[in-house]
């Protein structure tokens, strides 16, 4: 009788924030089941686990998407697991090879669970491991003065528990302003605990993960201080320039981005007419003519790119304040079905005009509804919401196909052109031929 143990193989398309997905192989590469999602929570893993067959020997295959995979690993490894780390250009030669023209999270997991059989000798690499990270408690992007003191005083989960919740509430008050309070503190303490949980087979230096951490919180903040120190500057320097405060005064703009405006610009009064200010921004269409033909092609892109982006992030804003604005956005959205950015992109020139109109004039930015009755922002805030709101379910209604898929759509997959490491899906077949027609005398 044989008592060797099955082989299977558990490819786990590690994310950052959205849920992971794993796929299971065996060791003939059928795929056991595939897709499934779960997050880095000692719960979700243990459900996952059951779902593997008993007594098996389980390797898990993974991507090194930055440190996500660390956690996964730790625990797997800790379950009797062999955990191998796949170098990103293996998985999308064999994802190429499965499908040429589509990724998705759910193949990438059958790759990667498929992975090994392709390299049996493989160049996989044995996973160390590092510690999981409280970003759904703490946020992501630039961290607050609250979020980087926790870091730096209690980066060691035992060291945070041992604060206690009196003490931790206190901190968090008094670094946020009030903003946090005891429901922060007990979520702060939830995730110590199950970081403890995750990490309960060892294998991670507590101590010197908090002096790690401390030390990138204390960088945080000096950088945090540089940068208000520079828009205070920012701040002194535009007024010497706008001392009416024409740019700020256009809806939703900050000093920095009004700053920004005007620097890359310069004196508006120096372009000819309205129309040469447009096409300074780089966002008005190409002209395309031949013949009688005559249409308008994707933005120039011409100028300044730095000037492009101010205006996006301005007019971002702009359209949530302004209701001319926002109903032209709305009509961009629904009718038009645009996407997003294609309508940010219109909407930034028209928006660049108005300023620049202002500043020729000498007058500041007047707020109106659509009846051109003056408002103030406060108005304009409460009328773009009320009225020009587009939901989630508007834009996917809408939204219209790229060029490029409608293009793809006209051919069928053994027309479409495939990649060298990509075999066709199907044997080839003939094409009928067509007479052609014959050359009148």
């Not at 064999?94 to 498929?114: G, I, P």
């Not at 000096?222 to 120190?229: F, N």
């Not at 005559?294 to 007019?315: F, I, M, Q, S, V």
């Not at 302004?322 to 629904?334: C, E, G, H, N």
Request: proline share 6%.
């Amino acid at each position: 009788m044989d008592t060797t143990p099955t082989m299977v193989r558990l490819g786990v398309d590690v994310a950052c924030r959205a849920a992971h997905q794993a796929s299971l192989a065996d060791a003939t590469g059928t795929l056991i089941f595939s897709g499934r999602k779960f997050f880095t929570r000692p719960a979700e893993l243990e459900r996952l686990w059951a779902q593997l067959p008993d007594g098996a020997q389980v390797m898990v295959v993974m991507e090194p998407t930055r440190n996500a995979w660390v956690p996964l690993a730790a625990w797997f490894r800790a379950r009797g697991a062999q955990v191998v780390l796949v170098p990103p250009e293996q998985s999308a030669d064999l994802r190429d090879y499965y499908n040429k023209h589509t990724k998705t999270d759910r193949l990438d997991s059958r790759v990667l669970a498929r992975l090994p059989l392709l390299h049996p000798d493989g160049e996989l690499v044995e996973l160390d491991n590092l510690g999981p990270t409280w970003a759904e408690v703490l946020g992501t992007g630039e961290y607050g003065k609250a979020a980087l003191a926790v870091l730096e005083r209690y980066g060691d989960p035992r060291a945070l528990k041992r604060a206690g919740r009196s003490r931790l509430t206190a901190m968090l008050i008094r670094h946020s302003r009030g903003a946090f309070r005891e429901a922060k503190a007990d979520q702060l303490l939830a995730a110590a605990d199950e970081t403890l949980t995750l990490w309960a087979a060892g294998g991670l230096d507590f101590a010197q993960l908090a002096e790690d951490l401390a030390g990138e919180a204390r960088l945080a903040r000096q950088l945090s201080e540089e940068i208000t120190a520079l828009e205070e500057r920012i701040a002194a320097l535009y007024h010497d320039v706008d001392p009416a405060g024409i740019v700020l005064s256009a809806p939703g703009l900050g000093v920095t981005l009004a700053a920004g405006i005007l620097g890359r610009t310069g004196d508006l009064n120096r372009f000819r007419n309205l129309s040469g200010v447009r096409a300074y921004t780089g966002l008005v269409p190409k002209i395309d003519q031949s013949g009688t033909s005559h249409r308008h092609g994707p933005p120039t892109k011409k100028g300044d790119p730095g000037l492009r982006e101010a205006l996006y992030l301005a007019t971002e804003q702009a359209r949530k304040v302004d209701p001319t604005l926002a109903a032209r956005y709305q009509r961009l959205i629904v009718e038009d079905g645009k996407h997003h950015v294609s309508a940010i992109c219109t909407l930034a020139p028209v928006l660049m005009t108005r300023i620049a109109a202002c500043w020729r004039n000498g007058e500041r930015y007047i707020l109106r509804d659509l009846d051109g009755h003056q408002i103030t922002d406060a108005q304009g805030r409460a009328i773009c919401r009320e009225r020009y709101t587009v939901t989630a379910e508007q834009r996917h209604q809408r939204r219209q196909p790229t060029t490029a898929k409608q293009h793809k759509g006209r051919t069928d997959r053994r027309d479409q052109k495939s990649t060298e490491a990509a075999p066709a899906a199907s044997p080839s077949r003939p094409k009928p031929t067509r007479k052609k027609d014959p050359i009148p005398a």
